[in-house]
């Protein structure tokens, strides 16, 4: 069987029937070699392939139809074909020879193997093919000439080459082993199967390959896969056009495919965000979606979570917040989403309070408290406020209450929450007295004034003629001036009228 996509294959049968498969189906049988036993295909193409049979023939396909048998080796056996494209083919017989095609002929048979052992070819350009046989051996083209053999396997059977590029050939054989080529030298055989025996092998590049026989195996380009029974008859062909499709056959004309589903990519969608801060202690929750399902949490840094809901563990550093979804069968894993939340530490508010009979002003050594007119002040947990509080001219400061004692300057440490009140008593003063002014010669208006303003009053007014003292001015005062009587005392007056 040879497959040149996942939507293109063919099988041939030894019955000299033909089938073709369209990625969903495969076609009934149609003969197209007589009774011939056909043992090989190839197809590089969807519109070209090349099989061969047990009688020496060779047919080609156009992507609708199959010529008819052309003997291109008498009656020897032919049992491999290769063709890298529709004008480039090699197929080989049982007595150790080759022969090519070149897109409208064959050529004559060419000795490569004295040991008649050769059992598998494959060709990725004219100028590169590998050929492997019976006896362990391999044996290389470059487009000219074909190379000496080499043993490469001891003397295992080795069954099948797989050659996607000509830095990279993988062979495999009857006793389990695989062998690779490295562009200039052989490895050493290596055991991927050993209960089983190993008929066939197809390469789509130097990653991937598959194995097929009792079991099937599958190469990353590092390691080989458990073996795995897909199918209770053995396997005889595989062929892998790529690392997601391959079809493999068996002895009773069953085919099973190979197929990786492409899995879409998905985006983590964030439907309630971190904070930018979070206080130490306090919790927030996240939520978001996928296309493959339930998003997973975690965090690191600052805070911890048990699913969505995170707690802040620190009021220094940062805290980060991880979104991820592993993806499913459909989907890839989602790119992780990460939210940074910005630790702080608790705030709490600072209230002055002022009590008493008395004013004054309290200052704060930070947060522009000045009460005053600012009397509260968030500050953050930890820190040390030194209060200052200072009496106005009338007023004496008595002491603090609340989160604050004695009567200096208070140092508040936050922790909480916290008012301080300071006491402040008025100054009580004894009444003022009155002191008699000296108002004589003065105008009437002017001693009434001086006396109200020595906390005295004016009393009696008596007008007299004065020879002396001009009219309205004062000529006497009773009590007489500098007397230190009760504030509000009396003070008489006598008025000059004029000389009459």
């Known amino acids: 069987m040879s497959c040149s996509s996942a939507s293109v294959c063919a099988a041939v049968d030894f019955s000299g029937r033909a089938l073709t498969f369209n990625g969903s189906s495969w076609s009934a049988p149609v003969g197209i070699d007589g009774t011939n036993r056909l043992v090989a295909v190839s197809c590089p193409s969807v519109s070209f392939c090349a099989a061969v049979d047990e009688s020496g023939n060779a047919l080609t396909y156009n992507g609708s139809s199959w010529s008819a048998p052309t003997s291109i080796d008498g009656a020897s056996f032919l049992l491999s074909v290769s063709c890298s494209s529709a004008s480039f083919c090699v197929a080989l017989d049982d007595s150790g020879r080759a022969l090519t095609y070149n897109g409208s002929a064959w050529s004559l048979p060419v000795a490569i193997d004295g040991t008649y052992g050769l059992t598998s070819v494959s060709c990725l350009s004219p100028s590169f093919c590998a050929a492997v046989g019976s006896s362990g051996n391999a044996v290389m083209f470059n487009g000219s000439v074909w190379s000496s053999l080499g043993s490469i396997d001891g003397t295992n059977v080795l069954t099948s080459i797989s050659c996607p590029s000509s830095s990279f050939c993988l062979a495999v054989d009857f006793s389990g082993n695989a062998v690779t080529f490295n562009g200039s030298s052989w490895n050493a055989p290596s055991s991927i199967d050993p209960f089983g025996f190993l008929r066939s092998v197809s390469c789509a590049s130097a990653s991937f390959c598959a194995a097929v026989g009792d079991n099937a195996i599958t190469y990353n380009g590092s390691s080989w896969s458990t073996p795995v029974d897909i199918d209770p008859t053995p396997l005889i062909s595989v062929s892998c056009p ?259």
Not at 263 to 278: E, G, L, N, Y
Not at 289 to 309: D, K, L
Not at 427 to 442: D, W
Not at 445 to 461: D, E, L, Q, S, W
Request: glycine share 10%; with cysteine; aromatic share 6%.
């Open 242 to 500: 790529s690392s997601s499709f391959c079809a493999a056959t068996d002895f009773e004309g069953n085919a099973v495919t190979y197929t990786v589903r492409t899995k879409a990519d998905q985006t983590i969608s964030v439907t309630t965000h971190a904070p930018a801060s979070a206080v130490s202690g306090t919790s927030f929750t996240v939520a978001a979606t996928a296309p493959a399902g339930a998003v997973v949490y975690s965090s690191s840094g600052a805070c911890s979570n048990v699913g969505g809901s995170f707690t802040m563990t620190s009021g220094t550093g940062t805290c980060t917040v991880n979104y991820d979804q592993p993806g499913n069968d459909n989907y890839n894993a989602a790119p992780q989403v990460v939210e940074s939340v910005k630790a702080a530490v608790p705030k709490f508010t600072l209230t002055i309070a002022k009590s008493g009979t008395g004013s004054g002003t309290v200052t704060s050594s930070a947060g522009g408290i000045s009460c005053g007119t600012t009397c509260a002040a968030a500050f953050d947990s930890g820190t040390s406020v030194t209060l200052t509080a200072t009496p106005d001219g009338n007023s004496t400061f008595a002491g603090w209450s609340g989160a604050c004692t004695g009567s200096g300057s208070c140092t508040v440490t936050i922790d909480a929450a916290k008012t301080a009140t300071a006491a402040f008593n008025q100054v009580l003063r004894p009444p003022a007295r009155c002191v008699v002014p000296n108002v004589k010669g003065k105008p009437l208006p002017t001693a009434k004034r001086r006396i109200v303003a020595a906390h005295c009053r004016t009393g009696k007014v008596t007008k007299a003629a004065s020879k002396t003292v001009r009219k309205g001015r004062v000529i006497s005062q009773r009590p007489k001036a500098g007397k230190r009587l009760a504030r509000g005392s009396k003070v008489n007056l006598v008025v000059s009228r004029g000389k009459s």
